[in-house]
């Protein structure tokens, strides 16, 4: 064999990786330079060291479990990473690879190395894996993250839901409105409340002077910078009526920053009903305390009169043109006295007897005594319609009754009106009022006058009042 050529032997020394000859058992036979400076040894320091020795331990264990087998059974390994130890004891990274040198009955007759310094790429391989466990460590954050924001998101759709049958089902009507009025939002209950299926249109539904309240309500509301508070008055289909309390505060928009109206529709009509009867309860108490007391005095007043008036008609027993004059004064207190025994009646200080009368008699009685008072300016039509119905009430008190709704009824009929009088039978069965008892009769006195307007008809069952 021709002598090896000068640039290979250079090849060999100074490579740029380390080169090494070993005998089949692992033992060095040859090392080049750049490997003797990579681990500080002389090359008599290396020969005939066994390979592992320049290994760490665990590099040793690997080498003795893995490599040597792995190389005899497949002649070759490629980029094995260890950790060679220098001179100095320091670690030096290296991919090592080997090939076995076979003779003719294939026995090993020699190993062939290169080692490959491998710093940069096991610092890169560090940095590598630590980004690894960074972002495994991150993503685990992250899925936490994101079990917690899916357990905000089914809390907070939970919550949405439950805002919204809170929103659906308030009694109270909840809207939103701009500076001009116009609803842009409303619950349903809002939309029940004013009797409309859209949001704008919401005023249709009002009595005529609260529509052209409520058109410029909002915007002085705006321009004074005050809240909206506002009774409305809303005529349903079928003529019944129902009060409704709007109020609204107003606020700004938060993505606009528009100024708007936020607030609450609530029907109360029940509420301001019950007010008005715990009221007129209390007024009407208060007056029978008063009637009682009045009629007290009274009857003192008038029992020292009478008595007066009875002594003066025995003094004047021989005047007969005087005793007109007493007569009618008798008749005068006696009309007193019955006034004071019904102002004690309805003050509840005394009882009213009564007994069972004809209605339909009472009804043409009075019909009789009337009539000469009309003097032809009123007709006057009588039509009994409860044959054999008595009521139990005083005949006098009935006719009274009768005759001061008879008076009203001319009062308010112009001349040539009819005033009619009439009577009825009402079975319990067609009852829907809430009195108790029976079958009843009803009395009626109707004409053809204007009737009473709304501010006189709802105080037309106060005790003493009158609209004259």
Known sequence: MPPAHPDFEDLFVHAPCGYLSLHPDGRIDRVNATLRGWTGY??????????????????????????????????????????MLAKDGARIPVLVNASERRGGGDEP?????????????????????????????????????????????RALDLANRELRAFYETLPVGIF????????????????????????????????????????????????????????????????????IDMKAVRTDDPETGRPRFVGVAEDVTAEIAADRQQRQMERETAIKQLTGGLAHNLNNILAVAMGNL??????????????????????????AAALVARL?????????????????????????????RLSGTHDLAVIPGAPGATVALGAEMLREAMDELVANAVAGTPPGGEIRLSSRRRAAADRSDAAGGGDMVVLSVRDTGSG???????????????SG
């Open 42 to 83: 002389k090359a008599s320091e290396l020969a005939d060291r066994h390979f592992r020795d320049l290994l760490t331990v665990a590099g040793k264990i690997y080498f003795d479990t893995h490599v040597r087998p792995l190389l005899r059974m497949q002649g070759v390994f490629d980029e094995i990473a260890f950790d």
């Open 109 to 153: 007759v020699g190993i062939r190395v290169t080692v490959f310094r491998a710093t940069d790429r096991r610092t890169y391989e560090t940095e590598l894996l630590a980004a690894r466990d960074a972002l495994a460590e991150a993503n685990d954050e992250l899925r936490a993250v994101n079990a917690q924001l899916d357990a905000s998101n």
């Open 176 to 243: 939103r409105a701009d500076t001009a009025g116009r609803i842009v939002q409303a619950s349903p209950r809002f939309r029940d409340l004013f009797g409309v299926t859209g949001a704008v249109d919401w005023t249709c539904g009002l009595a005529a002077e609260d529509r052209d309240a409520a058109a410029t309500l909002w915007t002085h509301a705006h321009a004074d910078g005050v809240h909206v508070s506002r009774l409305f008055r809303r005529v349903g289909r079928d003529g019944t009526e129902r009060l």
């Open 310 to 335: 009875e002594l003066i008609g025995e003094e004047v027993s021989d005047r007969p043109d005087l005793r007109p004059l007493v007569d009618t004064g008798k008749t005068a207190m006696d009309r």
């Open 344 to 372: 004690l009646v309805y003050s509840g200080q005394s009882f009213a007897w009564s007994d069972r009368v004809e209605a339909d008699a009472v009804l043409r009685d009075l019909a009789v005594q009337i009539r000469p």
């Open 452 to 466: 009473m307007n709304r501010a006189t008809l709802e105080k037309a069952r106060e005790p003493f009042f009158s």
